[in-house]
């Protein structure tokens, strides 16, 4: 039976906001694995595009609908990567009591972990030399480029050619990288040293 005109209205938005929203969640995650936006090309491998124009109006749209911006260069920043989430309440972290649930707000979890969203590229940890900070292998670290690091911040940096993520100490022009596992020792750069930012948060999926 056919669609009458407002039914074929309402079904053609919905599928072309489940496509729009499809074809978003594989530039986020694209965004999420390599720490960066794919080029215009890359969108359409993505997408199937076969013209680079396809690209060119799908991140105008998503411009308009605030999911992608552009920095002062010109370069795509996503906005939104992740889903707003509704806060409940807050939670004792000692002995519960029964709790109601009370909507206070939605949060946008982008825009709450990234201050700087053009300076900021995401990690994924191996090795267990922060564990006593928190960080296990596995998590996810969101990195400030933007920031300046000061004494007690943990940095993602390259000592003398290789990588690693430590506590940032600085005395005078020394500089000291200090693990948070015993099993470690600190280690001071010998010819180079690269900040390449801060970590300013820690993500890890339970299940």
Not at 51 to 60: D, G, H, I, T
Not at 122 to 141: F, Y
């Amino acid at each position: 039976m056919p669609l009458d005109s407002e039914r074929r209205f309402n079904y053609n938005l919905n599928t072309n906001e489940q496509r729009l929203r499809e074809r978003f969640e594989r530039i986020a995650l694209f965004y999420h694995e390599k720490g960066r936006m794919p080029s215009y090309s890359e969108i359409g491998e993505l997408c199937g595009f076969r013209s680079k124009n396809a690209s060119f109006k799908l991140v105008e749209k998503l411009i308009k609908l605030e999911f992608l911006s552009k920095d002062e260069k010109g370069r795509l920043i996503p906005v939104k990567t992740l889903n707003n989430v509704r806060v409940l309440g807050t939670v004792e972290a000692g002995f519960p009591s029964p709790a109601e649930e009370e909507l206070l707000d939605t949060l946008s979890l982008d825009r709450w972990l990234i201050s700087n969203p053009a300076s900021t590229f995401m990690l994924r940890v191996t090795g267990d030399s922060m564990i006593e900070a928190g960080i296990l292998p596995g998590d996810m670290v969101l990195v400030d480029r933007s920031l300046i690091p000061k004494n007690g911040d943990i940095v993602i940096a390259q000592v003398d050619g290789q990588w690693t993520m430590k506590y940032f100490s600085k005395r005078g022009k020394d500089v000291t990288l200090i693990p948070a596992n015993q099993k470690y020792k600190p280690i001071k750069p010998k010819n180079e040293l690269n900040v390449a930012g801060v970590v300013v948060s820690v993500i890890r999926k339970l299940r």
